[in-house]
């Protein structure tokens, strides 16, 4: 009888290999805040030390559903084996969400984002907190071919008393990983672990320390959630800001911009908040993502034209049209190739604005018609949400799933509507 065997490499191409970016990686992460029924997702990266650090105020995680479901691959946790959706638990003070996280490669797509991860979480179960949950994981070894599945360990530690771990608990999590390469390196002569060891010595994160510095969202006490604290941090991170900086452009922050719907279609409060805070320097800080850097609802109102309804399953729209300050109300549109067949993506409701490309011909002052432009040159496109969060890839202008500019440049006489739009379902 023979066994199928895993190689360590598997966890490396299910999760980092499968991410399209950086900015992509971080939103599975609010996708996994999200799950957790958090409030807030933040992520504080530090130019000087190449630090990221993710933090959520979610329900967190025991010991047991940490080893048993974030350290399994094709866990359970989202999806029971029957095909029924998996308990998940939720405070009786918040509706239910959607999962949005089922896929499941958020954590591995982590390490896109460095090479080392100190994890820590700590669990709220019916008001009761339990111990803190410490890991240290450096995914390099996922990259070692020879390696299977077995062959690597992750150390777990609990912090008792509502306390963060200090340097000294970090250096002592990171030692029993150093623990594991020496013998790996023993067992494994042909393969060069010097930059694993190297990366090792030179880890130096105190959450303690950076609680203090970072305030706000914390696992000390009587508060619950997950947080990473990665490094060194993807060196294309730095690159990517400063180059959005440099052009004038929001290629990075732009796949984080929006994540969860607070400007089209609901006006109720979106159920998580997100941040990217920007440390350029010890004292210079930037919140690349903040409510202001997206389409604001003020914005939405003001452009010269705009649309507001819903398609049903037969591809009919039903709703508002503005053109200028003229209005047609429950303006009806068929789509006659229907044929009475319901549509394949079902319905879904709709929203976008229009500005006009010369200010001459809007109706906005030159000064806020040069703003909204910008803002349209930068991060203008077709969003997607479901279930109030944003869907990627959609939004990018070369993301032309619509056919959008094909069908402008056939008819570039009447197809002009495409700087900002949105469809919501």
Not at 51 to 70: K, P, Q, S
Not at 372 to 388: E, H, Q
Request: glycine letters at 8%.
């Amino acid at each position: 009888m023979a066994k199928f065997k895993t190689r360590a490499r598997a966890v490396d191409m299910l999760g980092r290999q499968q991410i399209a970016g950086v900015s992509t990686a971080i939103s599975e992460l609010f996708k996994n805040a999200h799950d957790a029924y958090a409030d807030h997702a933040e992520v504080d990266y530090f130019r000087a030390d190449n630090l990221l650090v993710i933090r959520d105020d979610g329900v967190g995680m025991t010991r047991e559903e940490f080893e048993d479901r974030w350290l399994v691959i094709g866990t359970e946790s989202k999806f029971a084996a029957e095909g029924k959706n998996a308990q998940t638990y939720r405070p009786q003070e918040k509706l239910e969400r959607v999962l949005t996280g089922e896929k499941g490669i958020g954590r591995l797509a982590i390490a896109l984002l460095g090479r080392q991860a100190l994890v820590l979480s700590r669990a709220k179960r019916d008001r009761k907190l339990h111990d803190l949950v410490m890991c240290f994981i450096h995914w390099g070894l996922f990259e070692i071919p020879a390696l299977n599945l077995e062959d690597i360990t992750i150390p777990v530690q609990t912090i008792p008393g509502g306390q963060l771990p200090n340097i000294q608990s970090v250096v002592k999590v990171v030692s029993e990983c150093r623990r594991l390469v020496e013998r790996l390196k023993f067992k494994h002569k042909n393969y060069d672990f010097r930059q694993i060891l190297s990366d090792l010595n030179d880890f130096q994160v105190d959450p303690e320390n950076l609680q203090q510095f970072l305030g706000g969202l914390s696992l000390q006490h009587s508060g619950s959630g997950t947080h990473f604290y990665i490094a060194p941090a993807n060196d294309t991170i730095a690159a990517d800001i400063e180059a959005d900086r440099r052009n004038q452009k929001r290629d990075f922050t732009k796949f984080l911009l929006g994540f969860c719907n607070s400007t089209f279609i609901d006006t109720t409060s979106p159920p998580i908040a997100t941040a990217f805070r920007y440390h350029s320097s010890d004292v210079e800080e930037d919140d690349l993502i903040g409510p202001s850097e997206f389409f604001t609802a003020e914005e939405l109102a003001s452009t010269d034209h705009r649309i507001c309804g819903a398609i049903d399953e037969y591809g009919q729209f039903q709703g508002t049209v503005r053109v200028y300050d003229k209005e047609y109300a429950d303006h009806v549109i068929s789509w006659k190739d229907s044929e009475g067949k319901p549509t394949a993506c079902g319905p879904f409701a709709l929203e976008f604005g229009y500005l006009q490309g010369s200010q001459r011909e809007s109706r906005l002052a030159p000064d806020d018609w040069a703003r909204l432009a910008r803002k349209l040159d930068s991060i203008g496109g077709l969003y997607v949400y479901r279930d109030r969060i944003r869907i990627l890839p959609y939004g990018n202008s070369d993301v032309d799933w619509l056919d959008v500019e094909l069908r402008r440049t056939k008819g570039a006489g009447h197809y002009f509507f495409w700087l900002f739009s949105l469809a919501s379902g």
